[in-house]
T-cell receptor
Framework: DQQVKQNSPSLSVQEGRISILNCDYT??????FLWYKKYPAEGPTFLIS?????DKNEDGRFTVFLNKSAKHLSLHIVPSQPGDSAVYFC????????????FGTGTRLQVTL | EAGVTQSPTHLIKTRGQQATLRCSPI?????VYWYQQALGLGLQFLLW???????NRGNFPPRFSGRQFPNYSSELNVNALELEDSALYLC????????????????FGSGTRLTVV
């Protein structure tokens, strides 16, 4: 039962353009969402997060949008850079005390020159 | 501040053997989480330890077990290794359960690459 889904296993974007990574969830109890970035042979690193009381959070080139009614979130990277090439995971935490993060399956982003 | 450290970085075992993976959390973090990333799959939750106790367990067979020591470091044991156990095993730590959000989720180690032959 995959509660957090990233339906696109890979995405290729040209340098300078916008990258949009999507994530869907099924559990209504999730109220905090995070994006992680992972390079090969390294652990995931935190990128950006959003609480369910917001619909947008921005940090530099990275913006996360949350559509609670659609149970959908997206990560926008503008402009995309070659160093952004990595696997991106979305993750979610349910309401209440902190619990384990539930991760999506990841999307491999490749930014081409 | 030292990050989450995992050892060994690589481990090769034969089928049927046992593997022991180790994790040291960030100083002050009391929660340790173990995840498995098999080839082509996402991060699958294995185990969560907090304050020395197992708090939650993922959908893995009992031959996956672990413990957390008084200094909050943790060990993951995999018994009777099978070929499909080959994966990257990631450990993460966070502050107390109630503060995980403020700590922006987890801090991950670089993982242990387990290969079962």
């Amino acid at each position: 039962d995959q509660q957090v889904k990233q339906n696109s296993p890979s995405l290729s974007v040209q340098e300078g353009r916008i990258s949009i990574l999507n994530c869907d969830y099924t559990n209504s109890m999730f109220d905090y969402f995070l994006w992680y970035k992972k390079y090969p042979a390294e652990g995931p690193t935190f990128l950006i997060s959003i609480s369910s009381i917001k619909d947008k959070n921005e940090d530099g080139r990275f913006t996360v949008f949350l559509n609670k009614s659609a149970k959908h979130l997206s990560l926008h990277i503008v402009p995309s850079q070659p160093g952004d090439s990595a696997v991106y995971f979305c993750a979610a935490i349910p309401t209440g005390t902190a619990s384990k993060l539930t991760f999506g399956t990841g999307t491999r982003l490749q930014v081409t020159l | 501040e030292a990050g989450v450290t995992q050892s060994p970085t690589h481990l090769i075992k034969t089928r049927g053997q046992q593997a022991t993976l180790r994790c040291s959390p960030i100083s002050g973090h009391t929660s340790v989480y173990w995840y498995q990333q098999a080839l082509g799959l996402g991060l699958q939750f294995l185990l969560w330890y907090d304050e020395g106790e197992e708090r939650n367990r993922g959908n893995f067979p009992p031959r996956f077990s672990g413990r957390q020591f008084p200094n909050y470091s943790s060990e993951l044991n995999v018994n009777a290794l099978e070929l499909e156990d080959s994966a990257l095993y990631l450990c993460a730590s966070s502050g107390s359960r109630d503060r995980a959000r403020a700590n922006y989720g987890y801090t991950f180690g670089s993982g242990t690459r387990l290969t079962v032959v």
